[in-house]
């Protein structure tokens, strides 16, 4: 909390408590001809699990986890890449999402 006001995203997690919820941005990747790869709007974006493990709503968990989407059918090597981009790695195998 900065000077003592929470910001949008913690007034969110605190409301939920316990509950699970998700939140997720669809956009497009950058394209990669280097690996013969294109970003497609229609399954590109980032989703957050509150409370939960899975990208397609699962069981309740005690952690969030943020999901990187990418191709129709999944696209791993994509996804570590863009999440090298930023510092990250990518944690657990592919799940399917939207």
Do not use: C
Not at 61 to 69: E, K, N
């Amino acid at each position: 909390m900065a000077g003592g006001h929470e910001t949008v995203e913690e007034r969110f997690v605190r409301a939920l408590g316990r509950g699970v919820a998700g939140i997720d941005w669809q956009g497009r990747w950058p394209d990669e001809p280097e690996f013969d790869s294109s970003g497609m709007a229609t399954y590109d974006g980032v989703g957050i699990a509150f409370n939960g493990d899975t990208a397609a709503w699962g069981e309740r968990a005690d952690h969030h986890t943020v999901f990187v989407h990418v191709d129709k059918y999944g696209d791993l090597s994509r996804a570590e890449r863009l999440a090298a981009s930023i510092g990250s790695t990518v944690l657990g195998a592919a799940q399917g999402g939207w």
